[in-house]
């Protein structure tokens, strides 16, 4: 069974630096794109970083120049550093993955759980 934990949420102030992980586990051939996504309440879900197998990446005007998406492919595991944190940020950070099963699998997206990112004044 595939799954994606995330790790590395929480209470920060403003300015402030926070790192995410996510991890993905189970039966997995590789690994294409994987992302981050974040809600706000009241918001619909947005695209905050992401990245490709290839080390490619694409941010979101809003944090360009403040969050990094990195990746080791070895621990199947996508980091986003975020610095210089803002109080719009609050919200629940998602990890996206898209997934191969095996060698015959075409890749499908699996979605963490989820971990609250909260920047206060």
């Known amino acids: 069974q595939v799954q994606l934990v995330e790790s590395g949420g929480g209470l920060v102030q403003a300015g402030g630096s926070l790192r995410l992980s996510c991890a993905a586990s189970?039966?997995?051939?590789?690994?294409?794109?994987m992302g981050w996504y974040r809600q706000a309440p009241g918001k619909q879900r947005e695209l905050v970083a992401a990245i490709t197998s290839g080390g490619s990446t694409n941010y979101a005007d809003s944090v360009k120049g403040r969050f990094t998406i990195s990746r080791d492919n070895a621990k199947n595991t996508v980091y986003l550093q975020m610095n210089s944190l803002k109080t719009k940020g609050t919200a629940i950070y998602y990890c996206n993955g898209y997934l191969v099963a095996t060698t015959w699998d075409e890749p499908v997206a699996y979605w963490g759980q989820g971990t609250q990112v909260t920047v206060s004044t």
């Open positions: 189970g039966s997995i051939f590789s690994i294409n794109a």
